[in-house]
């Protein structure tokens, strides 16, 4: 008669299971550097619009500081004066003849320095991204504003000014709009 051979279990892992191990330790991790890269893509994201809300109060602060009757105060042409928040939204399509228009109609960068007037804001709106590369991600931001001047009554002015700020994020369009009011009282 045959010996029968007795089991004795072995300590440690078998191959396969060694394997099987791995596979769902790399799945994990490469489930957590999705995340990661996810997360990061999305701080980028909330980075950017905070720094055009910064741009677009920046330049309301500055408007502020301006005299009333400041020539880089001029009202804007009906075009953007009488939709100041782009309810149609030309400035979502870059490179159409209304987009072109509506950012002909609001005053720019040049209207800031106006016969060489001065400009305390931010010289230059645009902040490098995370890596800090020279040349590389670089958010440069677009500003612009409107002005719409209306009399309230006899000897009383209202003016509004609607900031806007432009720039690209992943590859979309992206408005950040602001406004600030200011009265006149009396010629004052």
Not at 74 to 99: F, I, Q, R, V
Not at 122 to 135: A, C, I, S, T
Request: charged letters at 25%.
């Amino acid at each position: 008669m045959l010996r029968r051979a007795s089991f004795r279990p072995r300590h440690g892992f078998t191959t396969i299971e060694s394997l099987i191990a791995a596979v769902v330790f790399l799945v994990g991790l490469a489930g957590l550097l999705g995340a990661l890269v996810q997360a990061r893509g999305a701080t980028g994201q909330a980075r950017r619009l905070m720094q055009a809300t910064d741009v677009a109060n920046d330049l309301a602060e500055q408007i502020q500081l301006w005299n009333f009757d400041d020539p880089r105060l001029a009202a804007n042409a009906a075009l953007c004066a009488n939709d100041p928040l782009d309810k149609d939204h030309k400035l979502l399509k870059p490179g159409t003849g209304d987009y072109n228009a509506y950012v002909a109609c609001m005053h720019g960068e040049l209207m800031l320095r106006l016969g060489g007037a001065a400009f305390g804001g931010l010289q230059r709106p645009g902040f490098k991204d995370e890596d800090k590369v020279e040349g590389r991600n670089e958010t440069v931001y677009q500003r612009f504003y409107i002005v719409r001047t209306e009399p309230v009554r006899e000897g009383v002015q209202r003016m509004q000014v609607w900031v806007k700020v432009l720039y690209m994020d992943a590859g979309e369009p992206r408005v950040v709009t602001t406004q600030t009011m200011r009265i006149q009282m009396g010629g004052v």
